[in-house]
């Protein structure tokens, strides 16, 4: 069966890094738009930054531009997340997901067919 995992998250300063890495088995990362959301305790899943299948093609959440970079290797089947200037308002769990859409991607989770179980990102000092 189809099956994301997410590494990479733990606890950072403010002002910090880290990468996220999604990988994927038993099926190919490069046929599907990959997704990254997050949900804080207490509030609705929202949609993080988003990269298509065929051009690469990516969409960032406004509160998130010009601090993260999703980018995608497909020798390695993995998409990556790279979340530089954290803030404490970014700790949440991060999900990555994949979805069926041809050369585009969105920031709806309902459009997303399958899903990782998530990592824990926690920003403080």
């Known amino acids: 069966q189809v099956q994301l995992v997410e590494s990479g998250g733990g606890l950072v300063q403010p002002g910090g890094s880290l990468r996220l890495s999604c990988a994927a088995s038993?099926?190919?990362?490069?046929?599907?738009?990959i997704g990254w959301f997050r949900q804080a305790p207490g509030k609705e899943r929202e949609g993080v930054s988003c990269?298509?299948?065929?051009?690469?093609?990516?969409d960032y959440a406004d509160s998130v531009k010009g601090r993260f970079t999703i980018s995608r290797d497909n020798a390695k089947n993995t998409v990556y997340l790279q979340m530089n200037s954290l803030k404490p308002e970014d700790t949440a769990v991060y999900y990555c997901?994949?979805?069926?859409?041809?050369?585009?991607?969105?920031?709806?989770?309902?459009?997303?067919?399958?899903w990782g179980q998530g990592t824990q990102v926690t920003v403080s000092s």
């Open positions: 038993r099926f190919t990362l490069a046929y599907y738009a």
């Open positions: 990269i298509s299948s065929s051009d690469g093609n990516t």
């Open positions: 997901a994949a979805a069926q859409l041809f050369r585009r991607c969105v920031l709806m989770s309902t459009s997303y067919n399958y």
